[in-house]
């Protein structure tokens, strides 16, 4: 048994370090070396480098691009399919009418004008996205009649369980999560303006800090590292990942995503400050074992602490940082998306064309973890609150606009286990 932390350890130093001691000499009871177990880790993410080198070399666009009609239809080419999972990550094409986004957007705009949400505007509510800059581009809006008509609706519940179907939801004679339901996570808009400009943001993960080594649904879930089977490490599967506890964080997502995305309000061209990942799903196992090599001071998690975003970077991880790659151009109504554990950015952008609009909506299949927060976002929608997965800005409350429970369709109520409507 792993020593293990299911809240956040009071000594943080003392914990990595024992943590480290512990999950190498399990590394080495099963015979091979924690240098054996990481280079076999450093071949599979270099071979995926190379290709998406190569791939970029030939002129070929390294993001899996699959048309909406496609996914609705279940005519996805195999090729696609297998590119999705060797990538992690994919924009989808036409997933809404462009009409229909372009709407979305003004609709957007009407809403917080006609709720003098400028005027009342505090500034930044959290440091992470404060470094953006002082004008809002993040508006921490989250039940606009746009956005949760956007949740609601058919074209997100079949894009949904299609990227929720790219997992494994039952392994080791369990089932994790439910593929066809999605649990309708909150999230908030960006509108970055034209002529913008953005310092961008740095590359990160976002799936949890030191819990991903501390806890033991965590331990169990990337066990294959751990354990000397590292061949067997599968980026897709759910099990363990989505009951256990999480550290709480500013930055911290309480749901399990399958896929992390959002759907564009605007045209934007690749190279105006748009997304980039690591479009590499094993990189992950390199994250993870990457603080156990020796080079790494015994109390350092290669940066990875509580309360911050896990950090990724050319110090401890240059294979990985140098396959960064940037999303398409896309145009207003694509969806883009990428696997909850992937490396990403957004790029820096002077005097940007164009206008970059995004509403974050991601795949948040149902499983215990999501039923436990869709609690809590019912109780936040009703009242027109922040979810508590943001910081309490709480600007809606009063807004006589905002979307109503009557609104709600079957999917929508579904999303939030609404049993009394
Ligand atoms: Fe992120």
Redesign the pocket.
């Known amino acids: 048994m792993l020593p293990h932390w299911e809240e956040t350890p009071a000594d943080l130093p003392a914990a990595i370090r024992e943590i480290k001691a512990a999950l190498r000499e399990r590394i080495a009871a099963s015979g091979r070396s924690v240098d054996e177990v990481f280079a076999v880790v450093e071949r599979r993410v270099r071979a995926a480098a190379d290709d998406i080198a190569a791939a970029k070399a030939d002129g070929q666009t390294v993001w899996p691009v699959i048309s909406y009609a496609d996914i609705a239809a279940g005519t996805v080419p195999q090729s696609q399919l297998d590119l999705l999972k060797r990538r992690g990550c994919l924009v989808v094409r036409g997933h809404f009418e462009r009409e229909q986004a372009l709407r979305w957007d003004r609709e957007i705009v009407d809403y917080v004008e006609g709720n003098h949400f400028f005027e009342n505007y505090r500034g930044p509510g959290d440091d992470f996205f404060g470094s953006v800059g002082s004008k809002p581009e993040i508006y921490p809006i989250y039940w606009s009649t746009a956005q949760m008509e956007a949740r609601q609706s058919v074209r997100m519940a079949n894009v949904q369980s299609f990227l929720n179907a790219r997992w494994k939801h039952q392994s080791e004679g369990r089932t994790w999560f439910d593929p066809d339901r999605d649990s309708l996570y909150p999230d908030r808009i960006r509108r970055r303006p034209e002529g913008a400009d953005s310092a961008g943001?740095g590359t990160?993960?976002?799936p949890g800090t030191l819990d991903l080594w501390m806890t033991a649904a965590y331990q169990k879930a990337f066990r294959h590292l751990f354990d000397g089977s590292v061949e067997q490490y599968d980026p897709w599967d759910a099990a363990y990942r989505t009951a256990g506890p999480q550290y709480p964080g500013s930055?911290m997502c309480s749901v399990f995503r399958t896929f992390?995305g959002w759907t564009a309000l605007s045209d934007m061209d690749h190279d105006q400050g748009v997304l980039h990942t690591v479009p590499i799903p094993e990189a992950m196992a390199y994250l993870m074992l990457r603080p156990l090599l020796d080079d790494v001071p015994d109390d350092d998690m290669c940066g990875v602490t509580v309360n911050q975003?896990f950090p990724a970077g050319n110090k401890w991880h240059p294979d990985l940082i140098a396959a960064l790659t940037g999303i398409p151009d896309v145009k207003a109504g694509d969806s883009v998306w990428w696997h909850c554990d992937m490396i990403?950015s957004v790029a820096p952008v002077q005097d940007q064309k164009g206008w970059g609009n995004v509403m974050y909506i991601p795949a948040a299949p149902w499983c215990p973890r999501n039923e436990t927060y869709a609690a809590s976002v019912r109780e936040a929608f009703l009242s027109g609150a922040s979810p508590s997965d943001f910081p309490a800005e709480h600007y809606e409350k009063d807004w006589p606009d905002r979307f109503q429970p009557s609104q709600l369709n079957e999917i929508g109520r579904r999303g939030l286990n609404y049993t009394s409507a």
């Open positions: 943001l990160h993960l976002d930055t992390q975003v990403h």
